[in-house]
């Protein structure tokens, strides 16, 4: 029975449809094509009232600001503020990182979204003989608080939020720790500081495995710990961000994207309510990172979806009451994956409507891919066009104006309802074998993932997915109407930085402090207590990490 | 190469850099195409690269680098091939590499580079060609 309209309506709707689409509707040639979304969701040729004539829209749908927060967040939405301008920058030394972040924030960027190095990432310091080759390749380059310090230097962090992409856990421990050490040095208090970290163990265990990672369930403790010293002492900062996004550019459909996160935010709340915390004390800070791929409609579903599900699982599951604490709240990054080396300024448009799906989906930030990226890290021009790209969508397209703009449309309605069922039965899934922790540990999401990569990749070749200027429209390419950003010196000034730290140091000091934080790992404290404190006697990064590998021992992921 | 013998390719992402979506697809689909893939996994030194090619005794070494570091880690390659006198194995690879790098990477001994956007019959066809000779 329809709480939306009149059942003999919906019915003469039906099969007024029904004769259409026998009658009227012709296919040429008498044979359809496959219609489906990017992700495999069959598609209609036309969707009416029929197809959402069983949603109760009070229930399923709501008003902005409101449960179940479908249609969005927040009451006003981009009519009261728009969503965050939020570039991803970071190469090379911090003195430079700390130039491009001053440049950015000058031409209008409204927060920091600063991304590490490999190195960095996988707890290493430059000079490592594991790391040389990779030092400040892929973001920035942070060996001591010495590094942070240069990183942030002039920019006011008491004021502009700033998004740290530590990734895995072992990064975002000490990093984290360096970036909260660093405020308190500059004398700013931990509760005025706002920001995002990371800090997903996914990232660790499966989405960008890389030598000498720790074993899952250690990299999961570590990203609680952070989680719980931030509710304690950091209540403005988001100390998690489920990096959907990352698993989307491994492979994941955008069913596996959302399920993924949500399963992983469900084991982060298990573990902090078994800590002790109340879930309201946490929830509402517990932030989501999610991508925007090529299928427009899709993508505008998937948000909407999320927040349905994000919500009925905090409150049923959870019991949560502070509102906040049932909104899921995400930033967006363009697809990284969906842009092509072949004739590079075709990805201005590409990441553009990309990121006109984010904001029609209700992202709280939203970053635009450079157009360079499928060739090199991106270069001023490149980064500056972006931003202009997301500036014009803010202030020009006026899609700003009204909120949720596709909802009640019959097509993103039902595909919305699509995106969540397929999302609801692989969270079954996953809770049928023990949650995320167990699926990673036994290589169940990798292999999910592997397989979707590889299917997209066989869609490509066989023609069965267009890709402009790749497997279409390809061209003899002459010079790239571009230059090409090179990476600066990094090793050699990160080698003479720490030589001298070393020197300078209290050696005493620094050994005490990672005996404090093997101390901890053995009595199962929380970690990230004692890191803030270990990196204000200037114990690199690869010190620390190096300790929590010799506690933890590493572990060796299944490949697929 | 021996007639007759399945192509034994190694397969490796050197480095600190986990975009590994590309090589896994890759060595997918070399497995597909019937040879016999060994993926080096975690083991991603040069050194550690090298020395499982000769032990595993393959026809050829494909490397996926998308760090931006391919003009530091293949030239080591090369050079600790050449050291422990297995110059005939194949290096081929993939990944992020600007066209202007690409003739520089070859004349030091890289057989072939596939950049990103490379169909993975390119690669197959390519192996195929090389490897009978």
New interface residues.
């Given amino acids: 029975m329809s709480r939306l309209f009149d059942n003999s309506v919906i019915e003469e709707i039906d099969r007024e449809k029904n004769r259409w689409h026998k009658q009227v509707y012709q296919p040429a040639e008498g044979v359809e094509k496959v219609f489906e979304t990017l992700s495999g969701i069959p598609v209609e040729p036309l969707y009416t009232p029929a197809d959402t004539a069983g949603m109760d829209y009070l229930n399923d749908l709501g008003f902005p600001g409101e449960e179940p927060y479908v249609r969005g967040v927040h009451p006003t939405m981009y009519r009261g503020r728009t969503w965050t301008l939020r570039q991803l920058a970071g190469f090379g030394p911090p003195e430079e990182t700390n130039m491009r972040y001053k440049f950015l924030l000058k031409e209008g960027a409204t927060g920091i979204n600063g991304v590490f190095d490999y190195p960095t990432l996988r707890g290493f310091d430059s000079t490592d003989p594991f790391a040389r080759a990779d030092a400040g390749r892929g973001g920035v380059a942070i060996d001591t608080i010495e590094d942070m310090r240069i990183l942030f230097d002039g920019i006011s962090i008491d004021k502009i939020s700033s998004s740290l992409v530590t990734c895995q856990p072992i990064c975002n421990i000490t990093v984290q720790s360096m970036y909260f050490a660093n405020a308190q040095m500059r004398n700013v208090p931990l509760d005025k500081l706002t920001g995002t970290s990371q800090n997903d163990f996914l990232m660790e265990t499966v989405i960008t495995v890389a030598p000498e990672i720790l074993p899952p369930k250690f990299s999961f403790k570590l990203s609680c710990d952070a989680i719980e010293y931030c509710t304690k002492h950091v209540p403005r900062w988001n100390p998690i961000s489920f990096a959907g996004y990352n698993y989307r550019e491994a492979g994941c459909s955008a069913a596996q994207e959302v399920a993924f996160v949500i399963a992983n935010a469900t084991a982060c709340s298990e573990e902090l309510i078994r800590r002790g915390l109340d879930v309201d004390s946490f929830a509402p800070r517990l932030s989501f990172f999610l991508s925007a791929h090529s299928d427009f409609f899709e993508e505008i579903a998937k948000y909407r979806a999320a927040r349905r599900i994000w919500f009925r699982i905090m409150k049923e599951r959870f019991g949560a009451k502070d509102p906040r604490s049932l909104r899921l709240r995400f930033h967006v990054q363009t697809a990284g994956v969906a842009l092509t080396a072949q004739q590079p300024l075709n990805n201005i448009s590409r990441a553009a409507y990309h990121a006109l799906s984010a904001v029609l989906g209700g992202a709280q930030s939203v970053h635009i891919d450079g157009y360079d990226e499928a060739l090199c890290t991106p270069t001023e021009l490149s980064s500056l066009t972006a931003l202009r790209t997301n500036q014009i969508l803010q202030l020009e397209t006026r899609v700003t104006h009204t909120i949720d703009p596709l909802g009640g449309s019959y097509f993103v309605e039902t595909l919305t309802n699509k995106v969540e069922e397929e999302t609801l039965r692989l969270l079954d899934e996953i809770d049928g074998m023990g949650g995320i922790v167990k699926a990673g540990e036994t290589g169940w999401i990798h292999k999910e993932i592997s397989n979707s990569a590889y299917e997209y990749q066989q869609a490509i070749e066989s023609g069965k997915m267009p890709i402009v200027g790749v497997n279409c429209y390809q061209m003899e390419e002459k010079e790239l109407p571009m230059e090409l950003f090179e990476v600066p010196e990094t090793l050699q000034i990160q080698e003479q930085k720490l030589k001298k730290i070393r020197n300078e140091r209290n050696g005493a000091q620094v050994q005490d402090a990672l005996d404090a934080v093997a101390q901890c790992c053995e009595k199962d404290g929380n970690l990230m207590e004692v890191i803030v404190e270990a990196v204000k006697t200037r114990a690199t990064q690869g010190e620390i990490s190096g300790a929590l590998r010799s506690s933890y021992g590493t572990w060796e992921p299944p490949l697929f | 190469m021996s007639k007759g013998r399945k192509k034994r390719i190694l397969i490796a992402k050197?480095?600190?850099?986990?975009?590994?979506?590309g090589v896994?697809?890759v060595a997918?689909?070399l497995r597909n195409a019937g040879m016999e893939v060994i993926?080096a996994?975690?083991?991603?030194?040069p050194l550690q690269i090298v020395n499982a090619a000769i032990d595993e005794d393959v026809d050829a070494i494909g490397l996926s680098i998308l760090?931006?570091?391919h003009n530091?880690?293949f030239p080591k390659i090369i050079a600790l091939l050449k050291d422990r006198g297995a110059s005939d194995i194949l290096v081929f690879g993939g990944g992020?590499i600007?066209?202007?790098d690409l003739e520089k990477l070859k004349s030091l001994g890289i057989g072939e580079i596939f950049?990103?956007?490379t169909?993975?019959?390119a690669i197959i066809d390519y192996l195929d060609r090389t490897l009978e000779r």
């Fill in positions: 050197p480095g600190l850099d986990g975009h590994d979506r896994k697809v997918r689909a993926y996994g975690l083991h991603q030194t760090s931006g570091a530091t880690i992020t600007p066209k202007k950049t990103t956007g169909d993975t019959h």
